[in-house]
């Protein structure tokens, strides 16, 4: 849903290099049901299923300049590519000193939720698995998922009204912590370690329809 | 500091040096944001909740998808993109997803 609108595509066509790659080997990847392109599909939240698919934008020379895990509605993501759009003239700015390029994308990276709009908060909510998830984890430890710092200590009542931060936020803050990363070195792992690694959305609306399996993965490259 | 070449940068920029100095914690999400999440639902927090709640049917998946992968030119490999990227002088959007553009995600 999120590459398939019109402006999308248009934007991308017109303005963006677009590559695409089969992560199943990668170390920090979920899991899916094997959803095929006939199937049903279901909206969701932004940041959904971020192990099974990260968007990365990237500068010619291959730095990070933005990075969105998961789906993303297709307004928030036109919003997030004219964002990287503003990051890659940053970083393309030859009056612009290293550390000043670094300062400037932690700063606006931080900034940038400031004028996401009420819709996109809506649509940044967490999923219900995800968030049960991750307050299981606060009880393991420090997490950076929720608005209020709150610890394994504070007890149990602490950690049930502890508040999520959206997922947009969360997403521009983790960002902010790796300015301007060549993307060999980019650490998905802290991009994407939130929730619970087992994704289906759509469980609800396709569960006891018999689907064709999903052949072996190796033999994925020969379908293109 | 230098003049950006990019307005909306630079605004960017200059809102949250004000907002917050170098080097100071992230702001956290705003009272307005908190609130989205606790009071009554809001009709951005029910357009929301009907867009989770909405189906496309498999049919109009494969015509997407198909739209997707016909409508750009994917680069199969990371070198060849960043090669057309310094040539078109374009950033390159690159998806890196468990499954095939074509097939199965």
Known sequence: MTLGDEEVLATLRDRFVVGWHNIWRERWVGESHGYSRAQSAVGTTNGAGGRNMQIFVLSPDLVVLHALPGFWHPKDFLHELHFAQGLAAVWADPNLNRAQKDRLFRTVQRAEVGFHGEETVARSGWQHFDAHAERARLRQGARDTFAIPVCAGDGDAAIDAAQLKPINVLVHERMAEQPFVPFAEFDVEALVDYGRPFYDNNMGRDHGVKLPKPPPKRSYRHWL | ?105
């Not at chain 2, 003049?3 to 170098?22: H, K, N, S």
């Not at chain 2, 909740?49 to 998808?65: I, Y």
């Not at chain 2, 990371?78 to 390159?92: C, F, H, N, S, Y």
């Open chain 2, 1 to 105: 500091m230098k003049t950006l070449t990019c307005p909306r940068v630079a605004l960017l920029a200059a809102i949250g040096l004000l907002a917050f100095p170098l080097g100071a914690q992230p702001p956290g999400p705003t009272p307005r944001m908190l609130a989205c999440a606790t009071s009554e639902p809001s009709e951005a927090a029910r357009a929301a909740d009907a867009f989770t709640r909405s189906v496309l049917r498999g049919v109009e998946v494969a015509r997407t998808v198909r739209r997707a992968a016909d409508a750009l030119r994917w680069h199969r490999k990371l070198e060849d993109a960043a090669r057309t990227a310094r040539a078109e002088g374009k950033p390159i959007v690159w998806v890196q997803a468990l499954g095939e553009l074509r097939g199965y995600t």
